[in-house]
C-alpha cells in the first residue's frame, strides 16, 4: 500500500499501519526543514487517544496551552472562554517523528496499480481536482507580537473567514482565513514576521467521489476540515482511524472502499450543513431553516476545537440574527 502524502493524515498512517503489519510505503517531496502552513493549534484530549494508538506521548509536543480564549465577531463583541483542552504543539517535529524508521521517500507520488491512499491534502494528488471543490485563502506568520496573550479569535461578519493569535512559547502564529486575500493581508498589518507561511484550505466536504479505483481519499483531499473552525487535524486523524478500522476488517478493495465512504460520510454528515449555512451567511440569507438547525453544531464545533464556549451572542452570529 503507499500513502501519498505525509502531512499529518499521512505520517500517522504510515506509523500506525506499519504497526499493525501492513506492507506499507509513504511518499512526500517536502523539503528538510519545511515549516508546515498552520495554526498548530489543536484539541490535546482528542489527540491524545489517537497518540496513544501508536504509543506516543503527546504531552512531549505541546507547545502553549489556552487558558483563557478570546472569541470576538466584527458584528459581536470580545467574549473570554476558558479552554477546555485548546493547545498549539510542535506539529513539524510530531510528523517528522512519526516517520522516522519508516518506509518513505522525499519522491512526489503520482499513482501505480498498488491501493494508493490519498493523504496529499488541498492537493489531491490522486483523486484529481474536482468543480465543486471549495477553498479559502490563508496566510500565517510566525510572529514576536500579538494584540493578545491569549489563544485569539476574531470571526469576520457574514462567515467570510476568520482572523486568529494562537501562542507558540515565546512567538505567536498569527494568521488570516478568508475569501478575500486582500482582507486577509489587511488584518495582518503591523504584525512582525519571523515567517510567513499560507496556502488555501479546503472548507466542504467532498464526498460524491471518496476513492477511484485503488484509491482511497483521507483527510483534508475529501475536505475533513471543520467549515466553522477549519480545524482539520484531529478531522484527518479520524478519517485515517477509520480507515484502520476498515482495512482491518476487509481485504477486498471493494467491500473497503464501500464501507470507509459510508463511515466518512457518516462521520461527518455535519459538514454537509455547515458549509450550506456558511454559504448562506456570505450571501446575506440569514435565518433560513438550515442556519437554525446548525447554529448549535457550529458551536459544538468550537467546543470541539477545545473551547469552552457558551455564549447565546456567538450562537446568535450563527444563526445569522447578528
Ligand atoms: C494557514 C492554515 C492554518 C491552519 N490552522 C489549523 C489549526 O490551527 N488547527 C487545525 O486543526 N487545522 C488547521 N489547518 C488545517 C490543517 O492544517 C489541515 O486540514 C490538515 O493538516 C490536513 O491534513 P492532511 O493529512 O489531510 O494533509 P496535510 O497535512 O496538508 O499533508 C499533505 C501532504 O501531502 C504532500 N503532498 C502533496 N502532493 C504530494 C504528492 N504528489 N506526492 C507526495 N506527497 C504529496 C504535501 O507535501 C503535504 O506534506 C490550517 C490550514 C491552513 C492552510
Same mark, same amino acid.
Given at each position: 500500500?503507499?500513502?501519498?502524502?505525509?502531512?499529518?493524515?499521512?505520517?500517522?498512517?504510515?506509523?500506525?499501519?506499519?504497526?499493525?503489519?501492513?506492507?506499507?510505503?509513504?511518499?512526500?517531496?517536502?523539503?528538510?526543514?519545511?515549516?508546515?502552513?498552520?495554526?498548530?493549534?489543536?484539541?490535546?484530549?482528542?489527540?491524545?487517544?489517537?497518540?496513544?494508538?501508536?504509543?506516543?506521548?503527546?504531552?512531549?509536543?505541546?507547545?502553549?496551552?489556552?487558558?483563557?480564549?478570546?472569541?470576538?465577531?466584527?458584528?459581536?463583541?470580545?467574549? @473570554?472562554?476558558?479552554?477546555?483542552?485548546?493547545?498549539?504543539? &510542535?506539529?513539524?517535529?510530531?510528523?517528522?517523528?512519526?516517520?522516522?524508521?519508516?518506509?518513505?521517500?522525499?519522491?512526489?507520488?503520482?499513482?501505480?496499480?498498488?491501493?494508493?491512499?490519498?493523504?496529499?491534502?488541498?492537493?489531491?494528488?490522486?483523486?484529481?481536482?474536482?468543480? &465543486?471543490?471549495? @477553498?479559502?485563502?490563508?496566510?500565517?506568520?510566525?510572529?514576536?507580537?500579538?494584540?493578545?496573550?491569549?489563544?485569539?479569535?476574531?470571526?469576520?461578519?457574514?462567515?467570510?473567514?476568520?482572523?486568529?493569535?494562537?501562542?507558540?512559547?515565546?512567538?505567536?502564529? +498569527?494568521?488570516?482565513?478568508?475569501?478575500?486575500?486582500?482582507?486577509?493581508?489587511?488584518?495582518?498589518?503591523?504584525?512582525?514576521?519571523?515567517?510567513?507561511?499560507?496556502?488555501?484550505?479546503?472548507?466542504?466536504?467532498?464526498?460524491?467521489?471518496?476513492?477511484?479505483?485503488?484509491?482511497?481519499?483521507?483527510?483534508?483531499?475529501?475536505?475533513?476540515?471543520?467549515?466553522?473552525?477549519?480545524?482539520?487535524?484531529?478531522?484527518?486523524?479520524?478519517?485515517?482511524?477509520?480507515?484502520?478500522?476498515?482495512?482491518?476488517?476487509?481485504?477486498?478493495?471493494?467491500?473497503?472502499?464501500?464501507?470507509?465512504?459510508?463511515?466518512?460520510?457518516?462521520?461527518?454528515?455535519?459538514?454537509?450543513?455547515?458549509?450550506?449555512?456558511?454559504?448562506?451567511?456570505?450571501?446575506?440569507?440569514?435565518? @433560513?431553516?438550515?442556519?437554525?438547525?446548525? /447554529?448549535?453544531? /457550529?458551536?459544538?464545533?468550537?467546543?470541539?476545537?477545545?473551547?469552552? +464556549?457558551?455564549?447565546?451572542?456567538?450562537?446568535?452570529?450563527?444563526?445569522?440574527?447578528?
Amino acid at each position: 500500500m503507499n500513502i501519498c502524502g505525509l502531512g499529518i493524515s499521512g505520517s500517522y498512517l504510515l506509523r500506525r499501519l506499519s504497526d499493525l503489519g501492513f506492507q506499507v510505503k509513504g511518499y512526500d517531496p517536502k523539503r528538510p526543514g519545511y515549516y508546515i502552513p498552520c495554526g498548530y493549534a489543536t484539541n490535546e484530549n482528542n489527540m491524545k487517544e489517537f497518540c496513544r494508538q501508536i504509543n506516543v506521548e503527546f504531552e512531549d509536543y505541546i507547545v502553549s496551552r489556552a487558558e483563557n480564549v478570546i472569541i470576538s465577531g466584527d458584528n459581536f463583541p470580545e467574549q @473570554t472562554f476558558r479552554g477546555s483542552g485548546l493547545c498549539t504543539f &510542535d506539529k513539524n517535529r510530531f510528523e517528522l517523528d512519526l516517520v522516522k524508521g519508516m518506509n518513505y521517500s522525499t519522491e512526489r507520488f503520482t499513482g501505480n496499480s498498488e491501493l494508493s491512499l490519498d493523504c496529499s491534502g488541498i492537493s489531491r494528488a490522486l483523486l484529481g481536482k474536482t468543480i &465543486d471543490d471549495y @477553498t479559502m485563502n490563508a496566510i500565517e506568520y510566525l510572529s514576536e507580537n500579538s494584540g493578545h496573550d491569549n489563544f485569539y479569535f476574531n470571526f469576520y461578519r457574514n462567515g467570510t473567514g476568520y482572523f486568529w493569535e494562537f501562542p507558540m512559547g515565546d512567538k505567536y502564529h +498569527v494568521g488570516a482565513g478568508g475569501i478575500d486575500q486582500n482582507e486577509n493581508m489587511r488584518r495582518l498589518e503591523g504584525f512582525q514576521k519571523i515567517l510567513v507561511t499560507g496556502r488555501r484550505i479546503r472548507l466542504k466536504p467532498l464526498f460524491e467521489n471518496i476513492c477511484l479505483p485503488n484509491v482511497i481519499g483521507i483527510g483534508e483531499s475529501i475536505g475533513c476540515v471543520s467549515p466553522i473552525t477549519g480545524e482539520g487535524i484531529v478531522p484527518s486523524l479520524r478519517s485515517a482511524e477509520i480507515f484502520v478500522e476498515c482495512a482491518r476488517k476487509s481485504e477486498d478493495f471493494s467491500e473497503l472502499s464501500a464501507n470507509y465512504s459510508s463511515r466518512i460520510i457518516k462521520e461527518f454528515a455535519r459538514y454537509e450543513g455547515l458549509h450550506r449555512m456558511v454559504l448562506s451567511m456570505q450571501s446575506g440569507r440569514v435565518l @433560513t431553516f438550515n442556519n437554525l438547525k446548525y /447554529a448549535m453544531t /457550529a458551536l459544538n464545533e468550537i467546543r470541539d476545537f477545545g473551547i469552552d +464556549v457558551k455564549a447565546r451572542s456567538i450562537l446568535l452570529h450563527f444563526a445569522g440574527f447578528s
